[in-house]
Nanobody, 122 residues
């Protein structure tokens, strides 16, 4: 199983970034997928979880209205569009998967990606 995240980098506050995640090695279209982040010295935080079909998405309270998660089952890809970034969004972002989207909200993850670092400067 692989979840290869990319797209992280350095951005100024107020800017945008789009993360991508290429999945392989499991029945992608039958899994909920999403994103979890971990800031330096802090616990892991739920960001977003997308249903099998992509029509339903949960978001963490701190990113609602600013981030948009999506998936492309034809390409086995997961995306996270991040807008209006602020320094509190600085973290390593992990692409994650679980058969239940509901479980991802509780940070119960079956498959983890390697993470991509997002740094937001003030």
């Amino acid at each position: 199983v692989q979840l290869q995240a990319s797209g992280g980098g350095l951005v100024q506050a107020g800017g945008s970034l789009r993360l991508s995640c290429a999945a392989s090695g499991f029945a992608f279209s039958r899994y909920g997928v999403g994103w979890v982040r971990q800031a330096p010295g802090k616990e892991r935080e739920f960001v977003a979880a997308v249903s099998w079909s992509g029509t339903n998405v949960y978001y963490g309270d701190s990113v609602k209205g600013r981030f948009t998660a999506s998936r492309d089952n034809a390409k086995n890809m997961v995306y996270l569009q991040m807008n209006s970034l602020n320094p509190d969004d600085t973290a390593v972002y992990y692409c994650v998967a679980h058969q239940s989207r509901e479980e991802l909200r509780q940070l119960k993850v079956e498959f983890w990606g390697q993470g991509t670092l997002v740094t937001v400067s003030s």
